[in-house]
């Protein structure tokens, strides 16, 4: 059974950071693309940021570019997402999400079959 859990949200001011953390169980995340969306309140999933599964490429939306950055440590099975810089816009609830083993990921809720809780985060201005 898989199982992702993040941690790490709360409450910082604008210019702040934060860094999430998702770590999984059922499953090797060097081997399954993964990614991080957010959803604010009244708004769809969007992508923020992700990995292909042979970690060959890394994909950022615009709005975060230069200022959020993935990264995986391999030994204990976890992603994160250091976000820097932070705006009030990037105020969400973000979920990490991993597509099965053999699916390509991208960019679109649709592409991922396991997704954790979520965990808030709120950006004061």
């Known amino acids: 059974q898989v199982e992702l859990v993040e941690s790490g949200g709360g409450l910082v001011q604008a210019g702040g950071s934060l860094r999430l953390s998702c770590t999984a169980s059922?499953?090797?995340?060097?081997?399954?693309?993964t990614a991080w969306f957010r959803q604010a309140p009244g708004k769809e999933r969007e992508f923020v940021a992700g990995?292909?599964?042979?970690?060959?490429?890394?994909t950022y939306a615009d709005s975060v570019k230069g200022r959020f950055a993935i990264s995986r440590e391999h030994a204990n099975n976890t992603n994160y997402l250091q976000m820097n810089s932070l705006k009030p816009e990037d105020t969400a609830v973000y979920y990490c999400a991993a597509a099965r083993l053999g699916d390509s990921g991208g960019s679109t809720p649709a592409s991922y079959a396991y997704w954790g809780q979520g965990t808030p985060v709120t950006v004061s201005s």
């Open positions: 990995f292909s599964w042979s970690e060959s490429s890394t």
């Open positions: 059922g499953l090797a995340v060097p081997n399954y693309p």
